[in-house]
């Protein structure tokens, strides 16, 4: 009696935990009845009918990686190059990832190889190194077309490495530094000729402003010369006015006055040591004489009408009719052994 006591509880433990189902989060059960897909099981805790109904798969689904081995691919030029490439998915339908592929990790890898070696096969070397983000557009979008019967949702596919052949590696480094050589070149010739230009603008602008000082200069030289003439002429006729108007008194004065300057000028000579003048000093005594009279004929006031009509008194002409006294005409000597 006992023991079949015993025998019923331990089958209702067993029924019961046999009928209860408890999915982790991230994952979905599929629930299988007599071996037929019923209904997905999501995380929590879920009361199946024991020996009836029966968990078939566990399906992730969280986002998930799937790395893609290294291939070798022919580009459209015939290059070989290596590539490696990651696959990121996310399962949207557990009973389609179940039960709609076979293998669906090496499903979605050679599924991701071959779409891999269509796009790259139909493009050039220097496409395939330059255009990644092309190349993994073009993969995306193939390969999640095709994936999407298996409820599935490809969300990257990146391209990791393209590794090219070791002698095209070189010839693509040479090729590098021929173009930065060419285009130093290039930059080291604009510089020179932007300089070359700069100079000759300066130059141009110098001789510009040159010449335009110059015309200045010449302008500025003429009108000096043009003030000076009309002064020389002014002082001209000045002095034309003064002789019409004081007869021979004004010209005694500017020669007497000449006289003067021309004897300085002999004293002041620095290379004269001595120097003899056959002058006799009444000669010049008598200029001076001319001069004073000259002077106070200017200063004196004019009085009465007649002595205003009347001639000025001339100075005594000499025996010769010239306005000073004759001079012997001697050369000036100097005198070496003072």
């Known amino acids: 009696m006992y023991i079949a006591l015993i025998l019923i509880v331990v089958l209702a433990i067993v029924i019961l935990f046999s009928s209860v189902r408890v999915v982790r989060q991230g ?33 992730n ?32 339908d557990a009973g389609k990832a179940a039960y709609e592929i076979s293998g669906l990790h090496n499903a ?28 993994n557009a073009r993969l995306l979008s193939v390969v999640d077309h095709a994936t999407s019967p298996w409820g599935l949702k490809v969300t990257r596919v990146e391209i990791m490495d393209i590794r090219p052949p070791k002698d095209i590696s070189d010839a693509m480094a040479r090729q590098m530094k021929a173009e930065r050589l060419k285009r130093a070149q290039i930059l080291d010739a604009e510089g020179s000729r932007a300089a070359e230009i700069l100079r000759a603008e300066g130059e141009k602008q110098a001789r510009i402003l040159d010449a335009e000082g ?29 002789i019409a108007s004081s007869g021979t008194q004004a010209l005694n004065y500017f020669v007497a006055q000449k006289y003067v300057s021309a004897v300085e000028e002999f004293a002041r000579s620095p290379n004269a040591k001595t120097i003899l003048f056959p002058v006799e000093a009444t000669q010049l005594i008598g200029s001076l004489g001319g001069i ?47």
Not at 69 to 78: V, Y
Not at 214 to 242: I, K, L
Not at 304 to 332: E, H, I, L, M, Y
């Open 27 to 59: 994952y979905v059960y599929t629930i299988e009845r007599l071996g037929r897909f019923t209904k997905p099981a999501h995380p929590g805790l879920h009361v199946i009918v024991p020996f009836v109904d029966r968990v078939g798969q566990k399906i």
């Open 61 to 92: 689904m969280m986002e998930q990686v799937l790395d893609i081995p290294g291939q070798e691919i022919i580009t459209k030029d015939n290059a070989m190059v290596g590539v490696d490439a990651v696959v990121f998915f996310q399962v949207l």
């Open 108 to 135: 979605i890898q050679a599924l991701t190889t071959t779409n891999l070696r269509t796009v790259m096969g139909s493009m050039d070397l220097d496409e395939t190194l330059s255009k990644r983000d092309e190349i």
């Open 214 to 242: 110059r015309r200045e200069s010449a302008f500025r030289d003429a009108e000096a010369r043009e003030r000076e003439a009309e002064a020389e002429a002014c002082a001209t006729q000045v002095v034309s006015d003064a």
């Open 292 to 338: 004073g009279e000259l002077v106070r004929d200017a200063v004196t006031p004019p009085v009465g009408a007649a002595k205003a009509d009347a001639p000025r008194a001339q100075p005594a002409p000499a025996d010769n009719g010239t306005p000073f006294p004759p001079r012997p005409t001697v050369p000036a000597t100097r005198d070496d052994r003072a």
